[in-house]
C-alpha cells in the first residue's frame, strides 16, 4: 500500500473542486479549506507503517507472509470481524469520531458492491469487475467513496424527478449527466461509486451502478461551505483539523468505461444483505468513537475542574459510560454473532447494529449537554494560548485559572478542546449530517422493525398462560410496513 505522501501526490490530478462560499480549488493539497484534511488522510496511510500502530492495523504475523492492512481483509470469520473492529475504531478515534470517510471505509464500499452483486446473481463479467475492483483498491489503497445516487432538491420538485441521465451506452461504456445528492469526503476521494435510484434509461428496469474517477472529464464536486473555526489552532484543536467537506457531484456528459459500470438494483433501507451492510458497522465505529471521545474529555475536565467528588458529575459520567458501553456492545454482538453472505463473507449482524445506532441517536444529544454543563462557565471564557504573551496578563490569568495541580494554560487546553467538541460549528455539522446520510432514528427504527425475527414467536408464547384457546396470531405485516425516506 502507498504511503501518505504517494497519496498526496495522487490529488494533484486535476479534479475539478468548488467549495460554496468560496469558489474554486485549484490543488486540494494546498488549498485553506481543505488542505487539513489531506494531513489527516495522510496520517491514515503512514500510520500502516509506524510500529506503533502495526498491531492494531496490520494482519497478525505468520512467519511467511507480508502484514497486510485490516482494513482491505475480506472478512469470512467472526475473528476477522473482531480484529477489523478494534482496527476501524482504534483509527477512527484517533479524531475523536470526526472523520468519518476513510479509505478504510472505501474498502467496504468496494467488498459491498462486490457481494452485492453475488447476491444478485449477476454476469460472471460483471462480479469479475467488481472483484478486480477490490482487489486492485486493496492493492494501491486508492480511496473509494459512495453517493447513493438520489437528486437535488431542484429536480426532485420537477415533473421529472430523476438525478441521472443516460446520455448514451456503446459496447465500450456510458455517457451520463446529473447531479446526486450528498456525500462525503468527496473532495479527497479518488474515486465515487454511485448507485442510481431510478431506472437508466426510464422504464427499461436497470438500475445501473458506477465507479467515475472524481478527476474524469465532465465532473465537478461542490461542497458545503467549510465549518466555522477560529484561525488558531489552540481554540480550534478539532475543527481546524477535521473537516470532510460533504458535497454533491455534478457530471456533465461523463463517459464510464463498461468494467466500471454494473448492473445493481434499486437500494431499500430495510434490505438485511445490501451494499450498505458493511458501512452501516463502520457508521456505528464512528459514532462509538465520538461517544468513547466525548467520555474522555468528561473524564479529563472532571479531573482538571476537581470534581470527582460531586456527586452530580459522578452520576453525569455513569450516565455517559453506560452510553458508551451500550453501543460497544451491540457492536461486539454484531461480531460475534455475524451472518454470512452467499459469497462465504461474514456481515456485522444487522439487527445488533440498528440496536448500537439507536442508541446512538437516542442519547448524542443527552451526552452533548451533559458536557456542555459538567465544567460550568470555565468552558466559555477560558483564555486562548495568545493571551498568556502578556506578562502581566499571563501572571492574573496564572491566578485566575492555575492551581490543584494544572497551570492555567493546560485547563485552558483541555477546556477549549471541550467546547470544540460539543459548542463549535463542526458539532453542529456532524449532528445535522448524520440525521441524513443515514436517515436519522426514523430510518433506524424501520429497519430494526424489519429485522426483529421474534413477533410471532413472542406473541404466541404468551398463548401457554391463557384458559382459553387462541387462534395463532400473525403479525409479520410488522415487518412489511413501508418505510418513508424523508425529503
Known amino acids: 500500500m502507498r504511503t501518505g505522501s504517494e497519496y498526496r501526490e495522487s490529488l494533484r490530478d486535476g479534479r475539478d473542486v468548488w467549495v460554496m462560499g468560496e469558489g474554486p480549488v485549484e490543488d486540494v493539497t494546498t488549498h485553506p479549506a481543505t488542505s487539513a484534511m489531506v494531513l489527516e488522510y495522510e496520517k ?70 462486490l457481494n452485492h452483486l453475488e447476491t444478485l446473481d449477476k454476469s460472471s463479467v460483471e462480479i469479475a469487475a467488481a472483484r478486480e475492483y477490490q482487489e486492485s483498491i486493496a492493492h494501491t489503497g486508492r480511496f473509494l467513496t459512495f453517493a447513493g445516487g438520489g437528486p437535488l432538491i431542484g429536480p426532485r420538485l420537477r415533473q421529472d424527478p430523476v438525478a441521472i441521465h443516460l446520455d ?22 479518488e ?45 480550534s484543536p478539532l475543527s481546524s483539523r477535521f473537516d470532510e467537506l460533504d458535497a454533491s457531484l455534478w457530471m456533465k456528459e461523463v463517459f ?53 467528588e460531586n456527586r452530580v458529575t459522578i452520576q453525569q459520567l455513569v450516565d455517559l459510560a453506560v452510553d458508551v458501553q451500550t453501543s ?15 459469497g462465504g463473507f461474514a456481515v456485522p449482524n444487522q439487527l445488533h447494529l440498528a440496536a448500537a445506532a439507536i442508541n446512538t441517536f ?38 485566575a485559572y492555575g492551581g490543584g495541580g494544572y497551570t492555567a494554560l ?27 446520510a443515514s436517515g436519522g432514528l426514523n430510518a433506524w427504527r424501520a429497519q430494526l422493525r424489519a429485522w426483529f425475527p421474534s413477533y410471532d414467536e413472542l406473541a404466541n408464547g404468551v398463548r401457554q398462560f391463557l384458559e382459553v384457546e387462541l387462534p395463532l396470531m400473525d403479525l409479520t405485516t410488522l415487518k412489511n410496513a413501508p418505510y418513508e425516506r424523508p425529503r
Open 44 to 113: 491514515w496511510y503512514d500510520r500502516h507503517f509506524d510500529p506503533v500502530w502495526e498491531n492494531s492495523l496490520l494482519t497478525d504475523p505468520d512467519g511467511t507472509t507480508e502484514r497486510n492492512p485490516l482494513a482491505f481483509e475480506l472478512p469470512t470469520t467472526s475473528a476477522q470481524l473482531q480484529r477489523q473492529g478494534e482496527a476501524i475504531r482504534a483509527v477512527l478515534f484517533a479524531s475523536g469520531g470526526n472523520i468519518t470517510h476513510t479509505p478504510g471505509y472505501g474498502a467496504l464500499i468496494a467488498l459491498g458492491m
Open 328 to 342: 460497544r456492545t451491540c457492536i461486539r454482538a454484531a461480531e460475534l454473532d455475524p451472518e454470512m453472505t452467499v
Open 191 to 235: 474515486d465515487v461509486l454511485i448507485t442510481s435510484r431510478d431506472e437508466l434509461p426510464s422504464g427499461s428496469g436497470r438500475w445501473l451502478w458506477f465507479i467515475l474517477p472524481v478527476n474524469a472529464p465532465g465532473v465537478r464536486v461542490v461542497t458545503r461551505r467549510t465549518t466555522a473555526r477560529h484561525s488558531n489552532p489552540f481554540l
Open 168 to 189: 448514451g451506452e456503446t459496447d465500450r461504456g456510458i455517457v451520463v449527466s446529473g447531479k446526486v445528492q450528498m456525500h462525503t469526503s468527496t473532495p479527497f476521494a
Open 410 to 436: 493546560q485547563r485552558a487546553a483541555v477546556l477549549h478542546l471541550g467546547w470544540d467538541h460539543v459548542a463549535s460549528e463542526l458539532d453542529a455539522r456532524e449532528s445535522v449530517f448524520e440525521l441524513h
Open 362 to 399: 437516542k442519547s448524542r444529544q443527552r451526552m452533548s449537554e451533559i458536557l456542555r454543563g459538567l465544567p460550568g462557565s470555565s468552558l466559555i471564557v477560558a483564555p486562548a494560548d495568545t493571551d498568556f504573551a502578556d506578562p502581566t496578563m499571563a501572571t492574573e490569568l496564572e491566578d
Open 256 to 308: 464510464i468505461p463498461r468494467e466500471r459500470v454494473f448492473t445493481g438494483e434499486r437500494l431499500e433501507r430495510t434490505s438485511r444483505h445490501s451494499l450498505v451492510s458493511w458501512l452501516l458497522w463502520h457508521h456505528n465505529c464512528g459514532w462509538l468513537a465520538k461517544a468513547e471521545f466525548t467520555l474522555g474529555i468528561a473524564l479529563a475536565l472532571t479531573e482538571i475542574m476537581d470534581l470527582k
